[in-house]
């Protein structure tokens, strides 16, 4: 009955998300009630371990959450995004036109939400398709695999750092970083790969009364700008933190190869994700260049506290689900039973899979997956420091296998790249499964050199 009761939770979170479209939030905080009422969880402790979970998780990534959205927002606005995609294409030129997509792609959705990056990269996808003669289908594909890659793997995109912090892992991103740019490589490869099959396909939408989708209200196009930052100021506000958090790691390590100095004590605060992102913050405000500077600074962070609301919500929710697990048997038990089976890291893998496919949210996948999986790290041999980073990885790759039409971004990429659903799926859907499995395999190879 153990098992039952969790698979009858999971079937819960799948059935009101994706049949019944209640808000992932509440469906999480639901389901740590029924988690506690089928393992009899002690009345009297039941709303202490929800507050606390919910606390918990917010108080280590809460404010590195808002941070990295508020960044994220005014990299939009400010058309520092196309700069970056713009800077990249300069650099790698024109010689494979797919994979410099990918790439631009991978670079542009650190710090911007893969949905908002693609809508805002739309215009210059096809104007480089046009110039280059290459299909516009290949190119959507490369670009919105690209995107997809970082967007599930490498901080300070939320669901990456909501994951992280589910895990233990909330002051270590900047491992978390380092190995996700590694796996993203390979997840940009395999969608790159994949892109270059469409190398003569033909957009089949185009006559469509709804194609391309309206424009989003308040997204801009690149003609909409009537100044543009420097590539170096555009860049700064998310190289800056990155940078920071990884020397931060560094001077974390055991070998403490910066010493005991003063100058490790500043790296080590500096690079505090918390601090590294407000950093950034401050950096991205020098974007804004307007006569009402004070009040557009003070409008983006409203509307960074509006985007990151509900994504704060849900990874506090996400918290409350896993202290209630933390709590019952079923974290010993499941260890035992997975440990006979020899999943390993293709346990979290599966969870996430299972949950993107049947919800269509990657970071409702990433959340509850973690959560999930937190009390079984010993058992599944990822209690290690780096055990716990490749278990990020693990779900960052069920978390986009696969994208199909229960997923928001399954719709953007389509709909702007003048797609009919059945190429959408070959061409989008198929590419995004690729990309999970490819980089399972490769982070289960990594668990046999490095655990």
């Known amino acids: 009955m153990i098992v039952f009761w969790l698979v009858l939770t999971i079937l819960f979170i799948i059935f009101a998300t994706a049949k019944l479209k209640w808000h992932p939030f509440l469906v999480l905080i639901?389901?740590?009630?029924?988690?506690?009422?089928?393992?009899?969880?002690?009345?009297?402790?039941?709303?202490?371990?929800?507050?606390?979970?919910?606390?918990?998780?917010?108080?280590?990534?809460?404010?590195?959450?808002?941070?990295?959205?508020?960044?994220?927002?005014?990299?939009?606005?400010?058309?520092?995004?196309?700069?970056?995609?713009?800077?990249?294409?300069?650099?790698?030129?024109?010689?494979?036109?797919?994979?410099?997509?990918?790439?631009?792609?991978?670079?542009?959705?650190?710090?911007?939400?893969?949905?908002?990056?693609?809508?805002?990269?739309?215009?210059?996808?096809?104007?480089?398709?046009?110039?280059?003669?290459?299909?516009?289908?290949?190119?959507?594909?490369?670009?919105?695999?690209?995107?997809?890659?970082?967007?599930?793997?490498?901080?300070?995109?939320?669901?990456?750092i909501a994951a992280a912090g589910n895990l233990g892992l909330e002051s270590n991103l900047g491992l978390v970083i380092m190995v996700g740019v590694v796996v993203t490589a390979v997840a940009v490869l395999a969608g790159w790969w994949w892109s270059n099959r469409f190398l003569n396909a033909t957009p089949d939408n185009i006559n469509a009364v709804d194609a391309p989708a309206a424009m989003p209200e308040g997204m801009k196009t690149r003609d909409d700008y009537s100044h543009l930052p420097s590539a170096t100021m555009a860049f700064l506000p998310i190289i800056v933190p990155i940078i920071l958090i990884c020397l931060s790691s560094v001077a974390?390590?055991?070998?403490?190869?910066?010493?005991?100095?003063?100058?490790?004590?500043?790296?080590?605060?500096?690079?505090?994700?918390?601090?590294?992102?407000?950093?950034?913050?401050?950096?991205?405000?020098?974007?804004i260049k307007s006569s009402k500077k004070t009040q557009e600074i003070s409008d983006s962070i409203s509307q960074g506290l509006v985007v990151a609301a509900p994504i704060l919500l849900i990874t506090g929710a996400g918290g409350a689900f896993g202290a209630m697990l933390k709590v019952t048997p079923i974290g010993d038990y499941l260890g035992s039973t997975l440990s006979a089976l020899g999943l390993g890291i293709f346990m979290p893998f599966i969870v996430s899979a299972a949950l993107k496919t049947a919800q269509g949210s990657t970071t409702v996948a990433l959340v509850t997956t973690s959560a999930m999986v937190a009390p079984l790290l010993s058992q599944i041999g990822l209690d290690s420091e780096l055990g716990r980073v490749f278990c990020v990885m693990a779900i960052g790759a069920g978390a986009m296998t696969i994208s199909h039409a229960n997923d928001s971004f399954f719709w953007i990429v389509s709909q702007f790249s003048r797609m009919s659903v059945a190429q959408a799926y070959k061409a989008h859907s198929m590419a995004t499964g690729i990309q999970g499995v490819t980089s399972i395999v490769f982070i289960w190879l990594l668990t046999l050199v490095f655990i």
């Open 252 to 287: 974390n390590f055991p070998s403490a190869p910066f010493g005991s100095s003063m100058v490790a004590e500043i790296l080590i605060f500096i690079g505090n994700p918390l601090t590294a992102l407000l950093i950034g913050l401050f950096l991205s405000f020098f974007l």
């Open 30 to 160: 639901l389901s740590a009630f029924l988690v506690a009422l089928f393992y009899q969880v002690p009345l009297n402790t039941v709303a202490k371990t929800i507050s606390d979970g919910f606390g918990g998780i917010l108080g280590y990534i809460g404010l590195v959450i808002v941070f990295g959205t508020i960044i994220g927002l005014i990299l939009e606005k400010t058309g520092a995004a196309i700069v970056m995609a713009e800077s990249v294409i300069k650099v790698l030129g024109p010689r494979f036109p797919t994979l410099t997509m990918s790439i631009v792609g991978a670079v542009v959705s650190i710090p911007v939400f893969c949905d908002s990056g693609y809508i805002i990269l739309n215009s210059l996808k096809e104007s480089l398709a046009e110039r280059l003669h290459v299909s516009s289908v290949a190119m959507s594909i490369a670009l919105a695999t690209g995107l997809y890659a970082t967007h599930t793997f490498v901080p300070p995109t939320p669901g990456p």
